[in-house]
C-alpha cells in the first residue's frame, strides 16, 4: 500500500483510515449483495439500511430531536446559501446575517438577491480575527432568522457558544466543524454542512432542519429547491450521493465507536492546543484568531514574511505535511485538523516548526 502522509488539507479532507479500509473491502460487492453501493438502486432496501444508517448514526452522535428531519441534499454548502434565503426570507421582511469570515460573506451574498438581509455584525474590519460578543449585535426581533457560520474555515475562527437571538430561528453553516464537538441542536432551527470536512466525500450536505419550518416555506419554488421535497421524499427524490451518504454512515460509526462527540472534542481540543502553543511559544509565529475565537478545526497562522510562509509549505510538503498553505484569499499557513487526522500528524507538525523557527529565525 501507498504510505500515507499528512494530510492537513481544509477540505476535501483526510478520512478516518479505518472508514477507507472497510469501504475498499466494500468496493466489488457490499457482504451478501454482490454489488457496489455505487451500483444499486437507491430504492433498493440495501440502500434503505444505509441511509437509515447514516441518518440514525448522526442522531445518536448529535442528539437530534425527533421533530428534526435529517437531509442528505446536492450542491454544497453553497446551495444552502441560496436554499435558505428563497425558502425563509418571505417578501416585506428581513433576515439578520452575522459575519464572521469568507464563507459568511457568501452566504449574504446570495442572501441579498433573495430579499432584505441585514448585517447584524460583522467582524471584517479587524481582518475576521473574532466572534463577536452578544452586546455586538444589532438583531431585529421580527427577523424571519439570524444567519452564522459556526466556524470560518479560511479565518479560522470559531462560536464557542451560541448567541442570544431571542425567539428568532437561528441558522448556521457548520460545514468546517460539524462533528468535532457536541451542539445544542435544540438551539437551532436548521444547521447545515458540505460533507467533506468531518462526514466523508464531497458532493453531498447534511441539513437538519426542526419540523416547524416548513409551514413557513413559500409555494412555487423549484422542486428541487424547496426544503419540503427533501423531508417528504426522505432525500430520494432524485437520485443523491449514495456513495457519500454510504461514507457517513461508516464515519458515523467510527465517531460512535471512538465513544461520540464529547471524547472527540477532548481529541481536537488537545489537538489544536499543541499547535496553538507552539505559536503562542515564540513571536516568530503569530496566530490569526483572538485567543478565545480560535478554531479547533483550521489552525491560522502567519510567519514573519510571506516568502518564509511560501518556504514553510513548500518544505513541509517536502516532508510529507500535506496542505498547509493558507487559502488564497488570505495567505499564511492554514492546519486543518479534522477529526481523523492522528495526533502523530499534529506532533509532526509541532515538530517541523519548532525546527524551521531554528533554521530560519
Ligand atoms: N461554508 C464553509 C464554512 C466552508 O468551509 C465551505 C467549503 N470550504 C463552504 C461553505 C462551501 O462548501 P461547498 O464547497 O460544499 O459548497
Redesign the pocket.
Known sequence: MTERIHNFS??PAVLPLPVLEEAQRDMLGLSGVGMSVMEISHRSKTFDEIINGAESGLRKLLGIPENYHVLFLQ?????Q?SMVPMNFLRPGGSADYIITGS?GK?ALKEAKRAGVANVAATMADGGFTRIPGNDELKLDPKAAYVHL?T????EGVEWKLEPEVGEVPLMA?A??DILSHPIPVDKYALVYA?A??NMGP?GV?LVIMRDDLLKRIPDGLHTMLDYRTHVENKSLYNTPNTWGIYIISLVSKWLLEKGGLEAMHRENEAKAQLIYDAIDATEYYRGHADTDSRSIMNVTFRLPSEELEKKFAAEATAEGLDGLKGHRSVGGIRASIYNALPLAAVEALVAFMKEFKKKNG
Open positions: 481544509a477540505g450542491g454544497g454548502a453553497s446551495l446559501f464563507w457568501k457560520t466556524n470560518e474555515t479560511i453553516d460545514s468546517s458540505g467533506q470536512k464531497s450536505t
